[in-house]
């Protein structure tokens, strides 16, 4: 799942270097991180958070075929 997310926030940003996802097991489901640099934040999360909107349905579909609960957080790095 992080590979995904990773190669999709990769695809959108000027400095793919410095994208990093890291994954956390908790009581309540996997939750994804996503860091960016501060200037891609925008890129990211696009107009009216369009785009982070739309990766965090492509997660959640992949996430259901395996019986998971996933969320997707965009943090500045």
Known sequence: MTN???AI???????????SVTQEET???K????KV?????GK????????AKALRT????AAIRNNDKVT???ESA
Do not use: N, Y
Request: hydrophobic share 45%; charged share 25%; glycine share 8%.
């Open 44 to 51: 990211v999360i696009g107009k009216q958070g369009r785009i």
């Open 58 to 61: 492509v997660v959640k579909a």
């Open 37 to 41: 640099a501060p200037d891609d934040m």
């Open 72 to 74: 997707v957080e965009i």
């Open 4 to 6: 995904l997310v990773e």
């Open 9 to 19: 926030a990769k695809s959108l940003v000027d400095e793919p270097q410095r994208v």
């Open 31 to 34: 939750v994804i991180t996503l």
């Open 27 to 29: 009581s309540h489901g």
